[in-house]
C-alpha cells in the first residue's frame, strides 16, 4: 500500500515537473529576442575564442618553469632537470601557440581584419616567449630578492616565492607584459585579472615595470596601462597609479595616450597613496607617504606627506558631554 501511494506520489511530481518544463521553449524565444539589436553582446559568428581555463594552465606551466621545483607536484631530482623542464616547455608551447592561434584567429574573423596566418603566428609567437622565459628568471630573482631585503617579517626566499602575493602577481605580469609586447590580443588581460582575483592586486599587462621591483602586502594596488615604473621601487598597499578623470565616451580618443603616472628609480610609495595622471613623475629617490593625494610632478630626492591629524581621544565616562568631547584633542605628534 505505502509502495503504490509512493509511486502515485511519484507519478504527480513527474507531471507536474514536465508542465513547468514546457515554459523553457518560450523562455529560450525571449532570451533570443532580447538581443536581437546591438545593444547586447554575443559570440556566435567568429571562430572559438581562447579558453581562460586553459591560459591559466599556462600560467601553472610557466611557474613550475620559471621556480622549478618550487610548484611541481612532486620531487624533482637534479640529475634529471632537464628532462622535467623539457617536458613542461613543450607542454607550455603546445597550449601557448594555440590559444594565440585562436585569439589571433578571434580578432581577425570577428572585427574582418587582414589574414595575418594566425597559425604560423602563434606558433612563432608562442616560441619568441619561451626564448625570453631565461631572461625573465633573471628579472624574478632580483624581485625575490627586492621583497626579502624589503620586508623584515620575510624569513626566506623560499617564503617570498611560496606565499607572498605581491610575487605572484608581479610573476603574471611580467609574463603577460612579453605577450603584450608582441601584440598578442585578450590573452595578457586573461592573465593579469586572474592574478588580479587572486591577489587583490591590478597590474595591466601594458605597464612598463622595472628591475627589483616590490610590492608589500598588496591588497588594491592598481597599475594602469601606461604607467612607467623605474628600478628598485617598492609599493605598499591600497596604492594607485591611475589616470585623471577623462570626458564621457573619451575611451578612444585617449586609448593610446600617456594616461598614468612614472615613478623613476627607488621610489617608495606608501600605504593608501593615489598618484593620478600621465604627466605626473615621482623623481628618483622620493618618498609619498601614505594617503597622500597626487597629481602633479615632483622632483628628485623628495618627500610628501600629509600634515599630522589631530586625534580625539574618547574619556571613560560614556556620559559625558558632547561639549567636553568636542574640546578633548591631541595632536598625533
Request: charged share 25%; glycine share 10%.
Amino acid at each position: 500500500m505505502s509502495q503504490d501511494l509512493e509511486t502515485g506520489e511519484c507519478k504527480v511530481e513527474q507531471k507536474a515537473e514536465e508542465t513547468h518544463r514546457t515554459a523553457i521553449p518560450e523562455i529560450v524565444r525571449r532570451i533570443v529576442d532580447s538581443c536581437s539589436d546591438t545593444e547586447c553582446f554575443d559570440h556566435l559568428g567568429p571562430g572559438p575564442i581562447p579558453s581562460r581555463q586553459t591560459v591559466i594552465d599556462t600560467l601553472q606551466t610557466s611557474l613550475r618553469v620559471l621556480y622549478p621545483g618550487y610548484f611541481a607536484s612532486t620531487r624533482i631530482d637534479p640529475m634529471n632537470i632537464e628532462y622535467y623542464l623539457g617536458q613542461e616547455v613543450t607542454r607550455l608551447f603546445d597550449a601557448l601557440s594555440e590559444q594565440i592561434t585562436l585569439a589571433v584567429r578571434h580578432d581577425c574573423l570577428r572585427y574582418d581584419q587582414p589574414c595575418s596566418r594566425c597559425t604560423d603566428r602563434g606558433r612563432k609567437t608562442a616560441v619568441d616567449f619561451l626564448r625570453r622565459l631565461p631572461g625573465l628568471r633573471t628579472v624574478l630573482a632580483e624581485d625575490v630578492r627586492a621583497g626579502y631585503e624589503g620586508d623584515p617579517a620575510a624569513k626566506s626566499y623560499d617564503e617570498i616565492i611560496y606565499c607572498y602575493p605581491g610575487l605572484l602577481a608581479v610573476t603574471v605580469y611580467r609574463l603577460a607584459h612579453v605577450l603584450y609586447e608582441f601584440g598578442v590580443p585578450l590573452l595578457p588581460r586573461i592573465m593579469t585579472e586572474y592574478a588580479h582575483s587572486r591577489t587583490g592586486i591590478d597590474i595591466h599587462p601594458g605597464a612598463r615595470i622595472g628591475r627589483s621591483f616590490f610590492i608589500d602586502h598588496g591588497t588594491g594596488v592598481v597599475i594602469g596601462e601606461t604607467t612607467v615604473i623605474g628600478d628598485r621601487v617598492r609599493l605598499y598597499q591600497g596604492v594607485t597609479l591611475g589616470a585623471l578623470s577623462l570626458p564621457k565616451n573619451a575611451g578612444t580618443l585617449y586609448r593610446d595616450r600617456k594616461r598614468h603616472p612614472t615613478l623613476e628609480d627607488d621610489v617608495i610609495i606608501y600605504a593608501g597613496a593615489t598618484i593620478l595622471g600621465g604627466g605626473t613623475v615621482i623623481g628618483a629617490r622620493s618618498v609619498v607617504g601614505g594617503n597622500v593625494w597626487l597629481t602633479e610632478s615632483i622632483p628628485p630626492d623628495t618627500k610628501v606627506v600629509l600634515k599630522t591629524p589631530e586625534l580625539a581621544f574618547r574619556g571613560p565616562d560614556p556620559a559625558e558631554s558632547s561639549a567636553e568631547w568636542g574640546g578633548l584633542t591631541r595632536s598625533a605628534g
